[in-house]
Structures are given as structure tokens and as C-alpha cells.
């Protein structure tokens, strides 16, 4: 009989298994797509290779701002933005723990630019470099 105690057993761990598959995969997908758009997303990276602390640094793109806050010294900090953007520069405020206000401009933006990394560099002279790649 289709309904006795041992297929009903055969059947719940038949389920069971498939609810747990397709949970895996929904799982697996989702983590994907999130890997996925960290990817495809530009990133603006400050690296502090002086002695001095950042207490204040901000990046002005043509559609937003980036604050990147405090940067101690020999760190790093990213933040990816968003693609659709409109063309213009990269524009950089920062502050030193001296006293000192660097800014400037570096580099230009256009609208979905996929995967693009610029790294501004804080040298040990305080001279900022950019780098694009």
C-alpha cells in the first residue's frame, strides 16, 4: 500500500532531501550574485603608507561622495560605488592629523565602468599618488 508506515517514512526523507538540495542551491546562488556585484562594482581604495593619521578623507564623484573617515597609518579602506555615474573626475579631500589638507583632483569617471580599481597612495612625503587598474 502506497500509504503504509515505511512509505511514509520513504517519502517524508524523500522531501526532506529535496527541500534541502534546492535550499543549498537558492543558498549558493544568492552568495554567487553577492561575490558577483563586488566584482563588477568599482571600488576606490585610500592606502596610508605615511606617518601621519587621516582624520578626515572624502572623495567627490560627479553623482556622489565617498567618506572614507579615519585611516591610521600602514591601512587601507575600499569602498565600491555605484556604476551608473556621470562623467567627471575623481575629486579628493584630506586631512591630516598635522594639520595638513591635501586636495585635488586624479583620474576620470564615465558612467559603468565594470571592475575598475583606483588606489590613491599617501606616501611617506605625503605626496598622494594615483593608480588605476
Known sequence: MF???SNQFEIGTRWG??????TLLLCSIILLLYYCYFFISPSLTISNQSSHIIESSYIA????RLDFG?????ATN???YDLAQFDGQ???EISLDSGAV???ACGYITNFEFNKRVTLTL????ILSCTFG
Request: proline share 3%.
Open 3 to 5: 500509504f503504509s508506515k
Open 102 to 104: 591635501i586636495k585635488g
Open 61 to 64: 564623484l560627479p553623482h556622489s
Open 17 to 22: 532531501q529535496l527541500v534541502a538540495k534546492v
Open 90 to 92: 575623481y575629486l579628493y
Open 78 to 80: 575600499t569602498i565600491h
Open 123 to 126: 606616501s611617506e612625503n605625503t
Open 70 to 74: 579615519v585611516i591610521t597609518e600602514g
